[in-house]
């Protein structure tokens, strides 16, 4: 595949090799790349074909379909569990076979898309949720991933190119990754690769051009991809060391969640990068009034703000739920008790009146907590 490099902090197949021979569990490697077409169905393959020639049982779980000829030369060499083919509004879905994959045990499984949704009546939701499944069977698994997929970089990602993601996938499952490998490709190449047809069909090669295949978007991502690459790679490399195995002491993060925010996924996201770049431990942490009791608040808010506390959990953070009719004594106590160093919260609503006057919570957190940094956001 022309033009095309990987960077991925000193690793090569031979390592991989090793530590599926390692190790009982089985090891994960993912394939992160800045947008479709930079190559990382191609180089999965190329792998797994490597894996194979050393006498590795390798098979294809699940691969896209991309009518690409080297992509399908490399499918060709290698075995296929015929993917399971369910049918949604009278369409036929192809989804990857969890039971004939986990009967087979092969020791290395190529899985493709690793944040694809599953569709409905699937035994889990989500493919990392198989994956994981996998892992815990023995089997070591290769996939690939785009870095617009990662649940933190949803806004991000929002701004950048103006595309909201459906598809994501929390970046602690994608940390656990025993290698990440970023494969690359410059802006202009892959715009190349697009126009030549090589990405998308004929007749959708305009419209992405058009909207997210722009030589800027495709540049904001490659510059977030290297990014989060070296955060992994960073992130991994102090959890090999003994002396920092543990999440650092000198920060801990807390997020104030209030069940009215208008964007708490936004807040929550924000929280969990700052944690991961001070590598801190982080806690969510809602303060419940009298006047929130689950009796007293809508459904509607209940259920956000459920889902909230949901997603602040799958993030790696650790939910917390106090009860106290004042607010801000519950989160000064608590951040004093946990020694917290970093407070993140939501802007509060413009005030009227006479309440305007008064100081705000923030305000009274910042007096109540001197040396510790409160982070508006």
């Known amino acids: 595949m022309e033009k095309e490099h990987q960077v991925e902090g000193r690793h090569s197949p031979e390592d991989f090799l090793h530590l599926i021979q390692k190790q009982a569990r089985g090891k994960l490697k993912v394939y992160l790349g800045s947008s479709a077409g930079v190559g990382k169905t191609y180089s999965m393959l190329v792998e797994g074909n490597r894996l194979r020639n050393r006498g590795v049982d390798v098979v294809i779980g699940y691969v896209e379909p991309h009518e ?51 569709s409905p009546g699937s035994k889990n939701q989500k493919r990392y949720e198989d994956v994981l499944e996998l892992l815990d069977a023995g089997i070591s698994v290769i996939t690939t991933l785009n870095v617009q997929h990662l649940e933190s970089l949803y806004n991000v ?40 047809g090589k990405i998308y069909a004929s007749d959708r090669v305009e419209q992405a051009m058009g909207n997210f295949f722009t030589e800027t978007n495709l540049t904001r991502l490659r510059e977030i991809t290297f990014s989060e690459v070296a955060n992994f790679l960073d992130r991994r490399q102090r959890l090999l060391k003994p002396e920092d195995n543990k999440p650092s002491s000198m920060s801990k993060v807390m997020v104030a969640i209030s069940s009215r925010g208008p964007h708490p996924e936004t807040l929550l996201r924000k929280t969990a990068r700052l944690a991961n770049q001070l590598n801190a431990q982080w806690y969510g942490v809602y303060v419940r009034t009298n006047q929130e009791a689950p009796d007293k608040i809508s459904s509607e808010i209940h259920r956000r703000l459920t889902d909230t506390l949901e997603i602040a959990q799958k993030m790696g953070g650790t939910v917390l739920i106090l009860k106290s009719n004042d607010i801000v004594l519950a989160l000064t106590s608590f951040a004093r008790e946990y020694g917290i160093t970093q407070v993140v919260m939501g802007k509060s ?29």
């Open 68 to 118: 690409r000829p080297e992509t399908t030369a490399q499918i060709d060499k290698l075995e296929i569990i015929p993917p399971r083919i369910t049918l949604y509004h009278s369409i036929q879905i192809r989804e990857m076979n969890m039971d004939a994959i986990l009967a087979r045990k092969p020791t290395v499984v190529l899985v493709d898309e690793f944040a694809h949704n599953n």
């Open 157 to 196: 990602i929002e701004m950048a190119t103006g595309t909201k993601v459906k598809e994501r996938i929390p970046d602690s499952i994608v940390a656990q990754a025993d290698q990440i490998v970023n494969i690359d490709l410059p802006a202009e190449d892959l715009i190349e690769r697009l126009k030549a």
């Open 349 to 377: 609503r413009p005030r009227r009146g006479w309440r305007r006057f008064l100081p705000s919570l923030v305000d009274r957190l910042s007096v109540n907590l001197p040396g510790v940094d409160v982070i508006l956001s």
